[in-house]
């Protein structure tokens, strides 16, 4: 599975973006999916997270702001990010976790992720 995010960019403070994440390849193992921001100098930090049904959770620091959802026909997770603040800006990642089982019924279980979109908040 390939994940290709994008829609990451500069941003005045209380401004918008739409992040997308896309997944192609064995996309029939995916189920949960998630976003992550790194600050610079910080860790990196679980965003928003939305099961295979669509039942979405957030961090403190974005909710009633960050709206996680998924298209599961276009195999497409996206973050509606409102109301941005400076301390918004990070390299965003989305994150897709998979199970399957092999031929012979080995349960296979893990996690890909994107390569990253940049979104800056400037004052």
């Known amino acids: 599975v390939q994940l290709q995010a994008s829609g990451g960019g500069l941003v005045q403070i209380g401004g918008s973006l739409r992040l997308s994440c896309a997944a192609s390849g064995r996309i029939d193992s995916i189920n949960d999916m998630e976003w992550y921001r790194q600050g610079p100098g910080k860790q990196r930090e679980l965003v928003a997270a939305i099961t295979e049904s669509g039942a979405p959770n957030y961090a403190d620091s974005v909710k009633g702001r960050f709206t996680i959802s998924r298209d599961n026909a276009k195999n497409t997770v996206y973050l509606q990010m409102n109301s941005l603040k400076p301390e918004d800006t990070a390299v965003y990642y989305c994150?897709?976790?998979?199970?399957?089982?092999?031929?012979?019924?080995?349960?296979?279980?893990?996690?890909?992720w994107g390569q990253g979109t940049q979104v800056t908040v400037s004052s």
């Open positions: 994150k897709a976790h998979y199970f399957y089982y092999t031929d012979i019924g080995v349960p296979v279980v893990g996690a890909y």
